[in-house]
């Protein structure tokens, strides 16, 4: 019997192969569509995604930000591609540097074993500046966006094909995670506006997507159209309710959620949007209850708005209250309760995906409880019990189990062929213990100080600036007799255009009080005046609508010898349209007429210069020979405060060794858990408006503009779930407060000491537009507190293959096999599938004197 072993070794390994022999993605497979879902090599799937834009996070983040949304029950992301990221100049693609190396995003989820749904667009709103299109595109001879346009469609379907190049080697038939691919954004939201030509135009989206010929499904997300070749999906807060007119119409396609919105982006000066997690959790199982197969939330990690990308008067954070936080960090509440509704929904994916869309059945008599059973009813299945009452709980009895179903939940409720009885495994409004605790320890941030007490990381000491002159109207490059539209000159390479006129004022006006006036019509999107060169006033509009500003004549304004008055105006964009029609002709600056006293002054002799006097290269700012930097006093500052012009520049030196001993310090006080650095923020209260940079990097604008109080908006003051979420109505946060005081820093964007670098200097640059102390900027480190007691345990199904796998080890050793299991095993660790986050056993009873007594928590930082 001594080949025994042998065999039985021989079999068990046959075993572990068949178990790692095909993992999707990783090895080539096949994705076709059916009316239940995406068919991932054969089998239809239940996909939980969540969209991770590649340029609002840095490389060194993305591959935290995976490992965290798989533990948290996604397996799938899903990313827009921006057209004006890769295309900045016509021609010259950029798919490798930074930020826009999009092909490193696509292997880093390859590489943690997750699905990819591309985006393309490459319309794609998304609140970005021109959704997506770059500025060239602009002057395309008789271009007209998103409709039948021939140099449009031209420069479209070049790019689109430039991204299906460049993304073919991660297509399934590669072994690679696309398994969709999306033309256009939205369009039925505009294609009623252009009529035919819009019909002709989404009809030739859909062949232009065909004649790529990849190998993966095409969507067209709120498509109204019926477009020939292409899967129609869903963008909204709650989407179930437009399932039955689907599937009449679309009886062979999948039920895709493309955009689940969990909350909203925020404007400056807007307190922050939140969404309920019960109300999130209850949107997704209705959802799945109706038929769905697939659900992507926008965002699942919001990121940041770098540089000068975000839309119109769009923060530069654009957290989006997501699952995971600006910074990468998880937001515990939201990230647990719905990781715990992704882990039924994929353990339970067979009844889903195995039977046809349920018939509704009305429980109690109640209109508004239904239960939607995916199997037998009367062996095994998996039923969703929807009680869409905003106010009243329910009480009924399922298969003989008598249940209480909360007011506006869903409850999931399985039973198997061998259980004697259901099991409830989840319902939306009941919240574990753990959520409970996270719910009370919201994240924010820890100010960092140095060892020798100065202060903190950011030298006061060594802060410098220097002012910004105005512009000599004999030095200014443009002269006419009207002011231009501010994008033409700026050709959006700079926020700023200086427009200077000197007109001859009546004595009549100066004297008269009622009529000192300069009124600016029709203009945006920021105007900041300066009389005989003297700072006046800024004045600003709001998103994207034009407005009518009126600056008062200071009655120490004296004219020149001539009777005359100089009138300087810094016009500013504050981001470009991002989901107007018509974004080809988007204008801002001064566009109507210009009145000083009552009298029109439009025409007559205007100098306008694009950008700053002497702006410092943002690649290069400490090493421009060009500029003259001064020791930053009280007393200069004060001086300079009186002078002629308000805009200034800071540089401020970094310590990074302080950071670093810091970090240091800490780290015996947190939980890391997955992180592998710490995350910084820059506190900018202390300032009111301008830009930052690090190291030549744009970390973006900056605006201290405080939000309506609690007191003032009543969206502050009512908060709760129940009957339909819009976010300009309920649940506002962080009422009163500016509504961006802390801004990104990345680790990445810092230059850190090393063993062979030992001196190394960081500078960080301000650009200030009003009024501020430099020396009172800090940097921060973003906490976010992890529940008590919470781990990320492994699911059960890996502790199984694991135990089969050390037995089958110890059998294969005294048989020779040894090297080929460990062979195996790496391959199945290298490529271990979907492990949900899983609370531990008792956490989920809700003791109110536990609340009350938290235990200590640990950090992410």
């Known amino acids: 019997m001594r080949w025994f072993p042998l065999v039985l070794s021989t079999v068990l390994i046959s075993s572990v192969q068949a178990i790692v022999e095909k993992q999707v993605p990783g090895d080539p497979y096949t994705v076709g569509y059916s009316s239940r879902g995406l068919v991932i090599d054969g089998e239809p799937r239940v996909l939980t995604a969540g969209a991770i834009h590649y340029p609002r996070s840095t490389p060194d983040m993305w591959d935290s930000l995976m490992k ?3 533990l948290g029950g996604l397996n799938t992301i899903d990313t827009y591609v921006f057209w004006n990221m890769h295309e900045r100049t016509k021609g010259t693609y950029d798919f490798a540097t930074d930020r826009a190396n999009l092909p490193l995003f696509l292997e880093t989820a390859k590489n943690n074993g997750l699905f990819v749904v591309l985006r393309i667009g490459p319309y794609v709103c998304a609140e970005w500046n021109y959704g997506g299109f770059p500025q060239w595109l602009r002057h395309e001879e008789d271009v007209v966006f998103q409709t039948y346009s021939e140099s449009f469609m031209r420069e479209m379907k070049r790019f689109v094909g430039k991204v299906v190049d460049v993304t073919r080697p991660y297509l399934p038939e590669m072994g690679g995670p696309v398994v969709a691919m999306q033309i256009e954004n939205e369009y039925g939201d505009h294609q009623w506006w252009f009529g035919k030509d819009g019909e002709r135009y989404a009809d030739w989206c859909g062949e232009t997507a065909a004649s790529f010929n990849v190998s993966v499904p095409w969507i067209m997300c709120r498509q109204y159209h019926r477009v020939t070749g292409v899967i129609p999906t869903q963008n909204d807060f709650y989407c179930d309710q437009y399932l039955a007119k689907f599937h009449r119409e679309y009886p062979g396609l999948p039920d895709m959620w493309t955009e689940m919105w969990p909350a909203w982006f925020q404007r400056w000066g807007e307190a922050a949007p939140h969404r309920p997690i019960e109300d999130i959790a209850y949107a997704v199982a209705k959802w799945y209850a109706h038929g769905g197969t697939y659900v992507a939330y926008y965002m699942y990690h919001g990121g940041t708005n770098f540089g000068r990308t975000s839309g119109p008067f769009i923060q530069t954070s654009y957290d989006y209250d997501g699952f995971l936080d600006e910074y990468g960090l998880e937001n515990w509440p939201k990230y647990l309760h719905l990781a715990e509704l992704h882990k039924h929904l994929l353990d339970n994916a067979q009844y889903i995906t195995g039977n046809p869309v349920p018939r509704a059945e009305k429980l109690a008599g109640n209109e508004h409880v239904q239960a939607h059973v995916y199997g037998d009813p009367n062996a095994e299945y998996l039923a969703f019990l929807v009680n869409a009452d905003a106010r009243n709980h329910a009480t009924v009895e399922f298969d003989g189990l008598p249940l209480e179903l909360h007011r506006w939940s869903v409850t999931l409720v399985r039973r198997r062929a061998s259980d004697l ?112 060169r003297r700072f006046s006033e800024m004045k600003y509009g709001q998103q994207d609508r034009l407005a009518t500003f009126k600056f008062a004549l200071p009655k120490q304004t004296a004219l020149n010898a001539e009777g005359t008055l100089e009138i300087t105006i810094m016009s500013q964009t504050m981001g470009m349209a991002h989901n107007q029609r018509h974004m080809e002709t988007y204008s801002r600056g001064l566009l109507g007429r210009v009145l000083l006293c009552g009298h029109d002054i439009t025409r007559g002799k205007w100098h306008m210069k694009a950008g700053l006097e002497d702006a410092p290269d943002d690649s290069a700012m400490a090493h421009d020979p060009r500029t003259v930097w001064y020791p930053y006093t009280e007393e200069l500052q004060q001086t300079a405060s009186s002078s002629k012009s308000k805009l200034r520049w800071y540089a401020i030196e970094l310590d990074a060794q302080t950071l670093l001993d810091s970090d240091q310090k800490d780290k015996p006080a947190v939980n890391n858990n997955m992180e592998d650095f710490p995350r910084y923020a820059i506190d900018m209260s202390s300032m009111t408006k301008g830009h930052l940079w690090i190291n030549g990097h744009h970390l973006g604008r900056y605006w201290l503009r405080r939000a309506p109080s609690k007191e003032t908006y009543r969206p502050c003051r009512v908060c709760g779930f129940g009957g339909w979420f819009w976010p300009d109505n309920v649940c506002r946060q962080r009422c009163g407060e500016y509504s961006q005081q802390y801004y990104h820093l990345p680790r990445s964007y810092l230059q850190l000491p090393s063993e062979s670098s030992p001196k190394v200097r960081n500078f960080l640059y301000v650009l200030e537009e009003i009024d501020g102390d430099p020396r009172e900027i800090s940097v921060a480190r973003r906490v976010s507190i992890a529940p008590p007691r919470h781990e990320h345990p492994a699911d059960g199904k890996r502790h199984a293959v694991l135990t089969l796998l050390i037995y089958v080890c110890v059998l294969a050793v005294g048989a020779g096999f040894a090297g080929l299991l460990v062979s195996a095993f790496r391959k199945y660790r290298a490529r271990q599938g979907y492990e949900p986050i899983a609370e531990q056993q008792g956490q989920e009873q809700e003791q109110e004197q536990e609340d009350s007594e938290p235990a200590p928590a640990a950090a992410s930082t």
């Open 68 to 70: 965290k949304a798989k």
């Open 421 to 532: 009885q259901p099991t409830v495994l989840y319902n939306t409004a009941h919240l574990s213990h753990a959520v409970k605790q996270a719910q009370k320890r919201p994240a924010g941030f820890k100010h960092i100080s140095s060892n020798n007490g100065d202060g903190g990381v950011l030298k006061r000491e060594s802060v410098k600036w220097r002012a910004v002159e105005l512009p000599i109207p004999e030095e200014m490059p443009i002269v006419d007799d009207h002011p231009y539209e501010h994008i033409n000159v700026t050709d959006d390479q700079t926020d700023y255009l200086w427009y200077h006129t000197t007109v001859h004022v009546p004595k009549a006006c100066v004297a008269s009080s009622a009529e000192r006036t300069l009124v600016l019509e029709n203009a945006g999107d920021v105007m900041s005046v300066y009389f005989n």
